[in-house]
């Protein structure tokens, strides 16, 4: 009696099983009839490509499982990845589409050790398009996902949770872990969740170690943008074993090198970077940017620490160079101070900063942030942005998905005060007196289009706009009501045809339809609804 078998599948295929299959069983053939069975896919390093189904729920990676050059890998939504070691990782030359769904998300996880991560490698330019959107990455070891030499992906409304890296250096060593790492590379990270990646060096015989970037490291000309993450309560600890000796950590949250990333719209809290040792450092508790050119806009960075023992470190919010630019940024409640580098304050800008910090627009009074970090109402950060925003790389929307310029004005920190409120069609009818339907939704690509009704409820202009999860337009649809419709049902206002500005077809994921009504007395209205594209 056979109490449990494994069937290996070629590479080309994952296969799939009747109620019966003919193995040989010691140089017999022999037929067997599977009950209450469970099969799921295996892979032993291997090349992969197709689609991966989420009938099985479950795929298993022993070994490198790699998409090949010129090669597509999709993963659909639901499906679970198990990676049976620390040896077993998703490499990917060619293209890669892991299009998860909010409430049904892809995981890549560990068997039972730990994995090594995914690792994208420099891939050819028609290739060089991959997508990871609602997809938790977790349990990786070195790293949760890493970006070599690769810039045309996005990875979106993701979470990439408790990756490791833990190193003994045996000589001086100097090594970077993060969730996510960038080298050379310079991919769209949006709307994610970083939390609880940590990494620890450990140097022997009076060495030296250094290890950076908790959350997110960009190395090597690495130039991402970066907004509207949450990244907290990531961390990174050196430590030498013997004196004299010394462990430098940099980059609790966010490190930098040789880059110049876009850091925009970010909730950056509770991160830390450790070092210990006679000759020992620790810098950046939230961010360090080394040799960098970062813009970093519209973030709040709150509760970090750079902590050197009991010296303490420098930087707990930054630690930055003279060519980085720090706008309309809350910097509060961080240890030991709040910016390491008292040489940018041309560059330091109508920020939020606690104990005051010198240059145009800044403030030192209490931002009054909730316990969430967005602004209590009486708050010095609200509308005291920068006044000219004209060239600044915003998002249309803030970290909490409300619009991010409100009556022309922007708000101090990641997320605005009394921004126009994502509601749902109840309140909308209480609110005001309309009615904003949309149908089908969600909808597929195999409908035609999708049908906006809108029934006015006084004279005056209407426009709506749908936007992409970051924020940028993609359909504009104007009018104007002369008249009010008396009719109990909406009528037809617009018909999107799911293409953007270009005419080309949008990808799968979730858009942001604003309705704007604006009457004769000029008095203006907004209501959203999100659309679902599958």
């Given amino acids: 009696m056979i109490d449990s078998l494994k069937i290996v599948f070629p590479s080309e295929d994952t296969g799939v099983f009747n109620e019966d299959a003919n193995i040989y069983y010691n140089g017999k053939k022999e037929k067997i009839i599977f ?286 160079c003279e060519k980085s630019k720090i706008l309309n940024c809350i910097l509060w409640n961080n240890f030991p101070d709040q910016i390491e580098n008292s040489n940018i304050t041309d560059t330091v800008m109508f920020c939020s900063v606690e104990g005051g910090y010198p240059g145009i627009g800044n403030q030192s009074e209490d931002p009054m942030l909730d316990s969430a970090g967005g602004l209590k109402e009486g708050s010095p950060c609200i509308n005291a942005g920068c006044p000219d925003i004209s060239g600044l790389p915003l998002p249309k929307l803030d970290l909490n998905g409300n619009p991010r310029i409100y009556d022309g004005k922007i708000d101090v920190g990641a997320v605005e005060f009394n921004s126009t409120a994502i509601i749902d069609s109840n309140i909308i009818k209480d609110r005001i007196k309309t009615k904003f339907l949309i149908s089908p939704n969600p909808s597929t690509h195999y409908d035609d289009a999708v049908n906006v009704f809108y029934n006015p409820s006084c004279r005056g202009n209407v426009i709506l706009t749908i936007y992409d999860s970051m924020g940028n337009e993609v359909f504009t649809k104007h009018k104007y009501f002369n008249t009010i419709i008396k009719s109990h049902s909406p009528v037809l206002f617009a018909k999107w045809y799911k293409r953007n500005k270009n005419n080309r077809l949008v990808s799968n994921g979730t858009y942001l339809a604003v309705l704007r009504i604006f009457n004769i007395n000029g008095n203006y209205e907004s209501v959203s609804k999100y659309i679902g594209i599958k």
């Fill in 35 to 320: 009950k209450h069975h469970t099969f799921f896919p295996y892979f032993e390093s291997q090349n992969v490509y197709g689609k991966w189904l989420n009938e099985y729920p479950v795929y298993v990676i022993r070994g490198n499982a790699t998409v090949p050059k010129d090669s597509l890998l999709i993963i659909e939504h639901g499906v679970t990845v198990k990676f049976v070691d620390s040896s077993s990782r998703l490499i990917v030359n060619g293209r890669l589409l892991a299009l998860g769904e909010k409430n049904d998300s892809i995981i890549f996880t560990k068997l039972d050790s730990r994995w090594g991560g995914i690792l994208f490698n420099d891939s050819t330019l028609s290739s060089d398009s991959s997508i990871i959107s609602y997809s938790k990455i977790e349990y990786g070891n070195g790293f949760g996902v890493c970006f070599n030499s690769v810039s045309r992906l996005r990875i979106s409304h993701s979470t990439i949770s408790n990756n490791i890296a833990n190193y003994t250096a045996k000589n001086n060593y100097r090594g970077q872990n993060a969730g996510i790492v960038c080298v050379n590379g310079s991919p769209l990270i949006c709307n994610n969740i970083i939390t609880n990646n940590s990494g620890y060096a450990y140097a022997k015989n009076k060495l030296y170690v250094t290890i950076s970037g908790g959350g997110i490291s960009c190395i090597d000309s690495s130039n991402p943008l970066i907004p509207n993450n949450t990244i907290s309560n990531n961390s990174v600890v050196a430590a030498p074993d013997l004196f004299p000796g010394g462990g430098y950590g940099f980059g609790g949250g966010i490190y930098c090198k040789n880059s110049s990333p876009r850091i925009i719209g970010n909730m950056i809290n509770g991160n830390k970077a450790g070092g210990a040792g006679p000759e020992g450092y620790a810098s950046g508790g939230g961010i360090c940017l080394h040799i960098s050119n970062a813009l970093i806009l519209n973030n709040t960075i709150i509760n970090n620490v750079a902590d050197y023992g009991t010296i303490g470190g420098n930087g707990g919010g930054i630690s930055c």
